[in-house]
């Protein structure tokens, strides 16, 4: 089945530290990957996406790059800021299943 | 914004009494969904649309049901509310036709179930 797996959280850091959260995969078909953000008390926001091998998604500072031979899709970030604290999910979607399947999120907060 | 508005935003309930959330979309979107979101465990599918009458079941449809009777509004509803339903349930729209379209959220309606 399609299934997304990130990194345990929550996860701490120093305003202006590096940032990478984990995100792998498995899919039985090409998948396009997405990473979205949630704020609090907020629906969850698409941050970037990737829908092929080898594509960078970016946005905002965020980068992840669409890595087939590892099955990652890893969330970075060079120099976090106090308002990137939010939880973050992993997901992906296979053509023909018309569902995004997420993972299960991770919690980041950053402290000034 | 995407134009989606949930109903009510917060619900307390009592256990087996039927509860109805509402998704309202401004945008004539084709493609809604309804997911709950519990911790560590991500977001779950419940039930998705893909036209006015056209409604299948995701992974956790179990207990719940939906209808579509007008493009721009989706239905949710509990049958009989059990505890296990406690949660906060999302709805979105996907932003086009093609299947890896972003997907637009709603700020979440919080559901208790006592």
């Known amino acids: 089945g399609n299934s997304v797996t990130q990194m345990e959280g929550p996860v701490t850091l120093s305003e202006e530290a590096f940032l990478t959260i984990n995100c792998t995969y498995t899919?039985?078909?090409?998948?396009?990957l997405f990473w979205y953000v949630q704020y609090p008390g907020e629906g969850l926001q698409l941050l970037l996406k990737?829908?092929?091998?080898?594509d960078k998604g970016s946005n905002k500072g965020f980068e992840a790059t669409y890595r087939k031979e590892t099955t990652s899709f890893h969330l970075e970030k060079g120099s976090v800021q106090v308002s990137d604290s939010a939880v973050y999910f992993c997901?992906?979607?296979?053509?023909?299943?018309?569902?995004?399947?997420f993972g299960q999120g991770t919690r980041l907060t950053i402290n000034p | 914004d995407a134009g989606i508005t949930q109903s009510p935003r917060h619900k307390v309930t009592e256990t087996g009494t039927p509860v109805t959330l509402r998704c309202h979309q401004t945008?004539?979107?084709?493609?809604m969904y309804w997911y709950r979101q519990d911790p560590g465990h991500g977001l779950r599918l419940i039930h998705y649309?893909?036209?006015?009458?056209?409604?299948d079941k995701g992974e956790v449809s179990d207990g719940y049901s939906v209808s579509r009777s007008k493009t721009e509004d989706f239905l949710l509803t509990l049958e009989s509310a059990t505890s296990s339903q406690t949660s906060v349930y999302f709805c979105?729209?996907?932003?086009?036709?093609?299947?890896?379209?972003?997907?637009?959220f709603g700020n979440g309606t919080r559901l208790t179930v006592t």
């Open positions: 945008e004539n979107h084709r493609y």
């Open positions: 979105a729209i996907s932003a086009g036709d093609s299947y890896n379209s972003p997907l637009h």
């Open positions: 899919a039985t078909g090409y998948p396009s």
């Open positions: 997901a992906l979607i296979v053509q023909g299943a018309q569902k995004l399947v």
């Open positions: 990737a829908t092929k091998a080898d």
């Open positions: 649309s893909y036209g006015v009458k056209d409604t």
